[in-house]
């Protein structure tokens, strides 16, 4: 039934005919959230610091409940780095995680001296099945300049992935960061990350 347009003032209408259209009210505010909807799944406003040290840390971790991600849905997130420093030839590894899969090992060399600030991004999304996502990643920083046009020195790292987990059952969606040798001069710290849900 199609929602009217054409009503009039005074005009008496059946409670039947007023459930009738507001049952599709309902149903099109349904539709229309499930292509806008994005809610909040985490935020995380501790420091992370990862220096002189070849452990592998966690960035951030959420437990995402099953049949979220779904076919088309995707979960977005944001890493805010506060500062990224390496010396050269050493390597930082970033993982993204879902599940017991790694959807993306991003290896980075670092070049020498301070890489600024700036942030990651990455997003997980179903692939047209439950079991079947793909992922991006992407890791950006640069230097501070306080005059426009001055040179800075920036990092820029893209990487993708795919994953074949079952996201009907609940899953952990992991960041994680890693040098490949401990050194004062190898730093990434994380300040503050957001993760949502996006519903397709």
């Known amino acids: 039934m199609a929602i009217r347009t054409d009503y009039v003032i005074g005009e008496e209408r059946t409670a039947a005919q007023v459930n009738e259209e507001n049952t599709q009210i309902l149903a099109n505010l349904t539709s229309i959230n499930s292509i806008i909807y994005n809610r909040r799944l985490l935020g995380v406003h501790t420091l992370v610091n990862v220096t002189n040290t ?22 977005y997130g944001k890493c805010w780095i ?11 590894t970033l993982r993204l995680k879902y599940g017991a899969q790694t959807l993306i090992t991003a290896v980075i060399t670092v070049a020498n001296g301070e890489l600024g600030a700036g942030f990651i991004e990455f997003e997980i999304r179903g692939a047209g099945g439950t079991s079947a996502q793909d992922a991006d990643l992407l ?9 426009l046009n001055t ?3 920036s990092c820029r790292f893209y990487a993708n992935g795919t994953g074949t987990v079952d996201s009907t059952a609940a ?11 401990a050194s004062n001069n190898n730093i990434i710290d994380m300040n503050t990350a957001t993760l949502s849900m996006i519903r397709g």
């Open 54 to 75: 070849t452990v592998e840390t966690t960035l951030l971790s959420v437990s995402l409940a099953g049949g979220n991600l779904g076919t088309l849905n995707s979960v």
């Open 82 to 92: 506060s500062r990224l420093r390496g010396n050269t030839t050493n390597t930082l």
């Open 139 to 147: 890791l950006h920083t640069a230097t501070n300049a306080t005059i």
């Open 151 to 153: 040179s800075v020195t």
């Open 171 to 181: 899953q952990n969606i992991v960041l994680t960061a890693q040098w490949n040798a």
